[in-house]
């Protein structure tokens, strides 16, 4: 058989482990992986690793928010992803009322569509759970949308869901085989901490981090499991930031609850005294960034398999748009970039330093979230059938994080300065090559929406 | 020395164990415990045990409820607990606003005063937190009272606290060595199920128990106990009821939360089943009546000293007030009698039946009770220098419970037909015996308000 | 590329999962993994699932015992394996002083290379740890043995180790980055039960059981984890049969001991009733089956990871050499036929009845075996360069076990009468067919000796 | 009623707490303990604590051993006793073979009987498991001692049992109601290292703790209690040193094994760096003296309520007889001082430095050990009918631990140069005063044989 390319000489990883092979490549699809294959094609990738494409599950391009839209748009953001080793991205369709998800859902895609470089999937974010939703999300589902994202806190930006309305909503999800994934924070007690330092004249960066101390995710997320867990359904925790949720996650997965997390490099690589430098303000995000102990936990977490996926929580928001914080922190806009030093950054600080193994890193980054979001076997494997969604990456380029060398729509990055063992230098979406030799030669639309299939048995 | 009374013969018990004594009485306090003690007046207790009387820290006597008022006024609820064998009890001023606190509290010791019986003390229940709640705590610690309810439920009562309310009480009680104890249910989620039982049609006495599944308790507990924890105070469990959430307790205790908690009769002896029978609603408390695997995780948790009380959550309606449920569960008056059993069940199903021995018997019914409240060692103790509040227990006496031999206002009884192995026969508060051989002797009036002590070092 | 044969149409399946592709080979080597892959010659896998083959690292052929020889030669042996969709087993060399191990391990090469039809190693079973053992440990690494073999029973046979044997043994085997695995019972318990029921004239065949209470083999393994632990090297359990022994691993493993365990198939499939019937010594094994619950415990510590691998035992005894035991337990030659029914045994009671899924079978009869003793990834995967060991399964094909369709030299097998939902119809041991359509076509003597590399980082 | 005795105006404590009041005393006995009582004598204890006598139940006084006899006879230690407020000691009559036991413990009462000045009982040491000691069972609990002592090491003195020995006396002890206490040690691990250090020639007393790691502890601790589960029967842990050890127990504990355990004021207040001075070998026990960071988890042991009795091990040796060592570890006398200084030493580390609160001091000096070995109530507490064995403890007494103030038969203290913030000042032993302001003011034999009952049902 003859291949329209083959990536040769690499060693191809799994999570089961690696092992030298060429890759090849028919039209979009993986068709073998093997030795001394050859096609009309070649990319050498002796001395590389060949990964299958990274998945980031949460990204939030050009997304508006507080007065101001996030700065990576979906061409930006995307490309970024490809520079980075992240073949496909899950953003979110956040409901803005009266519009229904549905007509979110295709507003959104519009969006994306002519931008995208890299494929994508969409979230469904529902924050008015009642009727309408009930009757339209078999509609959801049949449009390659299994999961929904809820948000325990944003009240005042009408986001906001109540117990009643989580456990309808996973309830409800389960019937099809979805999965409700929630921003777990306590509003309550967000609102009395920052009220609190209000009257005590205190807005500084680091009020951001005194205002949401650990129990205000904690608590969430131990409330939410126990709604899943009494409607019985699946659930997903995004961003989780503190090492005692990810206890509580591990003993909840232990007595049996179909509950499953994310956390991000920017919990497991930095920590709170960054607000109080000037740039702070950088480095807000909702939950924020935390201790060096919790840093300590949720890489145990990811080791243990606790926590299945690091994700980034891309929201870019610029040095300029970060001004508008003036001084108060609940000004600030909350995001940084992410999708494109995600790869790098786990590798290095995961596998080169000794906390995980090159299949761990594989598993976390790329089986695992395909696998958990209904993309699993066409994303996130180097197998036959699959899509040909490849990183070739060099363990041997040292790289240090900068903003100048970056594709992200950012003057700075929160990773600035850290050194990286290791870069990817090609990236393949579907056979196509976009990323080669560390340069961009993709092109804005041709990333596709993926169907995504349930993530659940349909209990029908 | 020269007794105005002795005890003689009988085997004393507590929390360490038993051993044959006399026990000689002075005015209102016990002062001796020896051997062949002589007074001018002398009580025969060979044969008997001598315990320390029993406290019920849990009690609504005369409470305006559901458009009634409960059935059992501060004289026929405390003659019950008298005949009980409880010699004090903590009943509860709840603040209906705009009366402060403080006025609550007097005008409920204007309505207990002239009628009580034994002794007892009150909880100040806060209904609504804020600036005035903080300026008359010192007022309501300098009256004796350094406990404190909030209700996580009854919002449409307006008696429902935020989480933020409660974090606030608990870290404001704390400053002066109090604690706040809370009714621990999830408002959120009952209102869902009962809102899903209407559409349906549902409204018999047993969706009572289907409309407050165990999440609606445990999921409140564990909120609690976050909440708590965070604030950096004390925190009580009133009336927990199921299994999981004793787990739940046993595992922040572990971990060093300061929790404590109840749980009543009702829940180690009865189950859900009685919810459909024709008088189901005699049944009906919140939270409900639950399984049988709930009594027997409740009884392991008191055996291993995770749950350190019993109560009773007294709070009785006859049948003739049962009645105004009129088929609809919610209409239920929720309550039923209790204190007067309390004693002779604990004894017969814990003791004789091998779940506690004596002594854990008397922890929980006496020693910990009054420790836990700030009485201790003025109650819950057989001990020189101690209130003489002395129960005289019959081991033989065999006494099968019916509503017609019992003290207490109610046309029936929840426990009814259940044979005790044991009864208590003479009770005495302060000196004076107000029960002689299972005859009510006291009076109206004679029981006090007892000014009790800060639970916790104050922080100041 | 042309390549010599391709087996096509298959779901190939590994750890991670599955999918559909043709596997090409070229020699004795996987080639390819991929769609529409051509050779030379072709075998039809369409409908039927193409797994790596499996390993056994637990067998005992032609094993002198109890005076008479284990009834399954290399030959018969292996051929059963071929059968059963093994490809690789790992038998014991055990030194009989006074010679050598590397003597022994020459000679038991000398014995099986002639006579074995699929690839094999040997474990260095080792029964007089002294300065000899330790000067020869270079040799036994370069023989590409990095496994040992102790024994805590077996004083009157001359093979039991002490405890300080085995901590040196573990120490010193680190060293080299190997792994020390033990018989681990307890001996003198065993001795005291069997003294007692001796008095009692007790000797029949349930005796087994009576004598070998979990006890004498929990307690055993709870020590030598311990010592493993204080040596700071890897250990391995054979053949764990008590459900208590599993959760003692999984909580060593979870505090971080290097322990890994394996348990075989007559653990998680029989129970000690079967010592009651007149075919009971059929059923002998030292550790006996247990029971139902020590099963289910089994199955729930496969399911979760903390055992990693199941193997068999194989120590055939047909029922002439079982008539030794004459009515006397003790004299029973104690072992029984298992490698040809393993792979569909776990496949039906493991996959077809929901305890495991695919992957986790691959898991567990393939990859964690090949990983754990040092043969990854050139044994137990379907990677491109691994070795062409390949079995071909055919999902639908119903099975009832009988001795009388199964290739081992003995007639009976302990799970007679199962009915296994799938078979294996194909088996190819580096890119040979041995078995074609259940029939067997390989020949003795085409089996090698793998040499396996260090299972840790060497210590150096 | 005129008293003998009255102890006035003291705080009484009990483990339920402390109250003021007089404690009455006629003849040996305690009679009332009341306000305002009267007796012929009187003795002062305003501003002091009344506790009841403490117990210490691992004594080996004048105890032939290494070739010596340890310095401290029965009278010089009970001596101690008294000084250091215990009141009752349990010393052993272990077997020499071929002596019976009974005889052992006829023996050693003769010793004791005309020497001790405080109340003892004997633990029964069984060297030589068998038919013998069955028989001679029933014969021991009439003597009143039900428990026995076993050790697992000190083969080579003939007194090590193995397994099946400690399978059979635990068993063998039940049917009585009695309970096996071990010296849990692993002889082969300790033979190990001893001899490995002998190879590198190392002999310096720091080699005892090298040679002696935790494992050789909590293996042994781990096998007792597995073989204690399995038969059946109570077991206690003498003098447990390592905090991983207390983690066992309290597993073992929470999974219902009958497991209890001792440790000693060595454990836990001295560390292992002490063996390094000059005077190292004064420090030298069995086990060997740990970690700051065991020392830290047994006083968490103790708090929790896992360990429930301290208790000494004292074995004195004076510093001419430690000389014996000459420079080799294992010729130590082990053995050292304790009696004297345990209650003012747990007082003031445990009480005054917030580890235990008074009512846990007095349960673990007195109360549980009572319990624990058959003694309660006649022994431990200060209730009426009981032992007038009672301590006056001036909490206000500074005291710096020198042995020139000890009434040991020793030239120097473990507990050197440690201030005491309080101490004993008068003892009484069963109503008579044998210490008197510091002063020691009892006799050679006033002190009796206290015949203990069983400490369980007999299963009969």
């Not at 500084?204 to 997320?221: F, K, Q, S």
């Not at 699993?376 to 380029?397: E, H, M, N, Q, Y």
């Amino acid at each position: 058989m003859s291949y329209d390319l083959v990536i040769k000489g690499g060693e191809v990883v799994s999570s089961s482990g690696s092992f030298k092979a060429d890759v090849a490549i028919v039209h979009e699809k993986i068709a073998a992986v093997g030795l001394e294959l050859e096609g009309r094609h070649t990319v050498d990738a002796a001395g590389k690793l060949v990964l299958p494409g990274a998945l980031d599950v949460h990204t939030h391009f050009q997304l508006p928010f507080c007065g101001t839209v996030s700065a990576d748009d979906f061409f930006t953001g995307s490309r970024a992803a490809a520079m980075g080793g992240v073949t496909t991205f899950i953003d979110f369709a956040i409901q803005s009322r009266p519009a229904s998800v549905m007509q979110t859902i295709e507003a959104r895609k519009a969006e994306a569509d002519p931008r995208v470089c890299v494929d994508y999937s969409l979230h469904a974010g529902i924050t008015d759970w009642n009727e309408d939703r009930v009757a339209e999300m078999p509609d959801i589902f049949a449009a390659g949308i299994p999961t929904f994202k809820m948000f325990m806190i944003y009240k005042s930006e009408g986001w906001q869901s109540t117990d009643a309305d989580i456990y309808c909503a996973v309830r409800e999800a389960d019937r099809y085989g979805g999965m409700v994934g929630l921003h777990a924070e306590n509003d309550d007690l967000i609102n009395l901490f920052q009220a609190e330092a209000e009257q005590e004249g205190r807005r500084g960066m680091y009020v951001h981090a005194l205002t949401r101390p650990p129990v205000t995710e904690t608590e969430a997320i131990s409330r939410a499991i126990q709604i899943a867990e009494a409607a019985g359904g699946a659930l997903y925790i995004f961003h989780m930031s503190t090492g005692r949720a990810a206890d509580i996650l591990k003993e909840a997965r232990a007595r049996g609850v179909d509950v499953q997390a994310e956390t991000c490099p920017q919990y497991l690589l930095l920590d709170d005294q960054l607000f109080k430098r000037p740039d702070g303000p950088h480095f807000g995000t909702c939950p924020p960034i935390r201790k060096p102990w919790d840093q300590q936990r949720l890489w145990e977490r990811l080791e243990d398999g606790t926590v299945e996926v690091v994700s980034t929580d891309t929201c870019t928001f610029n040095s300029q748009q970060k001004k508008m914080w003036q001084g108060d922190y609940r000004k600030t806009p909350f995001g940084m970039p992410g999708i494109e030093t995600m790869l790098p950054l786990t590798y290095t600080k995961g596998v080169v330093e000794g906390r995980l193994d090159l299949g761990q890193m594989v598993a976390i980054l790329s089986e695992n979230p395909a696998r958990v979001f209904g993309m699993w076997p066409r994303k996130g494997t180097i197998s036959p059938g699959s899509d040909a969604d490849i990183v070739i990456f060099d363990p041997r380029l040292e790289v240090t994080i900068s903003h100048r060398h970056l594709a992200t729509n950012c003057d700075y990055s929160p990773f600035e300065g850290m050194v990286c063992k290791g870069w990817p230098t090609t990236t393949m979406v579907r056979g196509r090559i976009v990323v080669e030799n560390r340069q961009f030669v993709g092109e804005a639309g041709y990333g596709r929406f993926i169907e995504r299939h349930p993530v659940r048995s349909p209990r029908a």
